[in-house]
């Protein structure tokens, strides 16, 4: 069975940070391409970055040169740092698992994220 396990949101002031963590088990970590997204309340999921198997890594516009992400393939898991937080970056962020060979997907719970002062 995959898991997906999510750790490390809270509430943050604006301009703070915080570094997001999702582990894996049941899964050959190696050969997924892992992601997060977030979802704020009254919209869509949206992708927040990504980092392939190959560790090649993609990011929505919004949060370009704010987060990092990042993955230990010993760990079994995906960091996301964030930073330079703003009211609008506050969702559940979800961590994401995605094979190319079976084509199927696996989410996390959530974890949330509150930027408020």
């Known amino acids: 069975q995959v898991q997906l396990v999510e750790s490390g949101g809270g509430l943050v002031q604006p301009g703070g940070s915080l570094r997001l963590a999702c582990v894996a088990s049941?899964?050959?970590?190696?050969?997924?391409?892992m992601a997060w997204y977030r979802q704020a309340p009254g919209n869509e999921r949206e992708l927040v970055a990504r980092?392939?198997?190959?560790?090649?890594?993609v990011y929505a516009d919004s949060v370009k040169g704010r987060f990092t992400v990042s993955r230990d393939n010993y760990e079994k898991a995906v960091y996301l740092e964030i930073g330079s937080l703003k009211p609008e970056d506050t969702a559940v962020y979800y961590c994401?698992?995605?094979?190319?060979?079976?084509?199927?997907?696996?989410w996390g719970q959530g974890t949330q994220v509150t930027v408020s002062s």
């Open positions: 994401n698992a995605f094979s190319a060979v079976t084509r199927r997907e696996y």
């Open positions: 049941g899964i050959l970590f190696s050969n997924v391409d």
């Open positions: 980092v392939r198997r190959d560790r090649t890594t």
